[in-house]
């Protein structure tokens, strides 16, 4: 069955940039039937969305964090990628990848998550 | 786009049920009906119990049921079990490609 992975630094300084991949295994990311997203959740806080992309390569941002985010997509790898820039401990949290039915079945698998520590 | 708006928790004995409640606008769950709804336990990533509002996941349990009045969707779990006590959340869309979530509700089975 599908999985979906997340990789990246598990700690970054305040004011740089924030990368993360997420590895789709089990199936391809090219299917025409899925988006693919990022949701964090900060300690003991709720669920925030990021972003979605498409395969196709597009992308849907939070309003609020907008002009800090990029996704990106690697058919090749089969994998999606967040860069969050200019951190700062907010942005501290733990980071899920996801993937989002086009048959609007909801966020129906996710990564495990990783935490992700901005220090100072 | 502001967090759709949750009670903080609800608790009930085994058996019993509850309803959490989900509140946003006229520019997310009032015009889309594309609510769903996540359990979190502790350390674990969210799984989806309800999507489309009212619809079901092959899988999960027929005593997790949705529905939406206006702007306020709504999840209630009849016969609740201990296995039920966790995180629960609400998602909605709010147009343009774009995802809002709820702030989260605790569950607490007596």
């Known amino acids: 069955q599908l999985q979906l992975q997340e990789s990246g630094p598990g700690l970054v300084k305040s004011s740089e940039t924030l990368s993360l991949t997420c590895t789709v295994s089990g199936g391809s990311i090219s299917s025409s039937s899925y988006y693919w997203g990022w949701i964090r959740q900060p300690p003991g806080k709720g669920l925030e969305w990021i972003g979605s992309i498409y395969y196709s390569g597009t992308t849907y941002y939070n309003p609020s964090l907008k002009s800090r985010v990029t996704i990106s997509v690697d058919t090749s790898k089969n994998q999606f990628s967040l860069q969050l820039s200019s951190v700062t401990a907010a942005d501290t949290a733990v980071y899920y990848c996801?993937?989002?039915?086009?048959?609007?079945?909801?966020?129906?698998?996710w990564g495990q998550g990783t935490m992700v520590t901005v220090s100072s | 786009q502001s967090a759709l708006t949750q009670p903080a928790s609800v608790s009930g004995s085994p058996g019993q049920s509850i309803t959490i409640s989900c509140t946003g606008t006229s520019s997310d769950v009032g015009t889309y009906n594309l609510v769903s709804w996540y359990q979190q336990h502790p350390g674990k990533a969210p799984e989806v119990m309800i999507y489309?509002?009212?619809k079901r996941p092959s899988g999960v349990s027929n005593r997790f049921s949705g529905s939406k009045s206006g702007n306020t969707a709504s999840l209630t779990i009849s016969g609740l079990q201990a296995e039920d006590e966790a995180d629960y959340y609400c998602c909605s869309y709010a147009g343009r490609g774009t995802w809002v979530f709820g702030g989260g509700t605790k569950l607490t089975v007596l």
């Open positions: 489309e509002g009212t």
């Open positions: 996801a993937r989002l039915t086009t048959a609007h079945q909801g966020w129906d698998i």
